[in-house]
C-alpha cells in the first residue's frame, strides 16, 4: 500500500508555471504506475479528468490532449516523487490536482487503488 501527498499548488497568473510534487510513502514507489488527475469544483458527480501518467519501469509518458505541450510529467524513483511541471498556464487549469497510483500499467481504462489528498491551482486571467 501506497500514501501519497501532493504539494506546490497555488495562485499563478495566466501565462505562468507551477510544479506540483507528489511525496509517496510506504511502498516501493518504483513498482507503480503513477499519475496525476485533477477535478474542477465540487459539483456532484463531476468525475477527476485524466491529466498525465507515467508507467513503472517505462520513461514513456501519457498526456490529455487538454495539456499536451505544456505540462511534463516525471518521476524520481530514489527520492520517492512524482513531479508534474505546468507552464503557460490557464485560467481554464484552475482545479484540485491530485496524485493517483496503482501497481496496473496505464490504459484508458486505468482506475488507480490509491490517491493523494488534492492541491489547489488556481489560475488568475
Known amino acids: 500500500q501506497v500514501q501519497l501527498v501532493e504539494s506546490g499548488g497555488g495562485l499563478v497568473q495566466a501565462g505562468g508555471s507551477l510544479r506540483l510534487s507528489c511525496a509517496a510513502s510506504?511502498?516501493?514507489?518504483?513498482?507503480?504506475?503513477v499519475a496525476w488527475f485533477r477535478q474542477a469544483g465540487q459539483a456532484p458527480g463531476k468525475e477527476r479528468e485524466f491529466?498525465?501518467?507515467?508507467?513503472?519501469?517505462?520513461?514513456?509518458?501519457y498526456y490529455s490532449d487538454s495539456v499536451k505541450g505544456r505540462f511534463t510529467i516525471s518521476r524520481d524513483n530514489a527520492k520517492k516523487t512524482l513531479y508534474l511541471q505546468m507552464n503557460s498556464l490557464k485560467p481554464e487549469d484552475t482545479a484540485v490536482y491530485y496524485c493517483?497510483?496503482?501497481?496496473?500499467?496505464?490504459?484508458?481504462?486505468?482506475?488507480?487503488?490509491?490517491w493523494g489528498q488534492g492541491t489547489q491551482v488556481t489560475v488568475s486571467s
Open positions: 493517483a497510483a496503482d501497481l496496473w500499467r496505464y490504459d484508458t481504462n486505468w482506475r488507480p487503488a490509491y
Open positions: 510506504g511502498a516501493t514507489f518504483s513498482s507503480y504506475t
Open positions: 491529466v498525465a501518467a507515467i508507467n513503472r519501469g517505462d520513461p514513456a509518458a
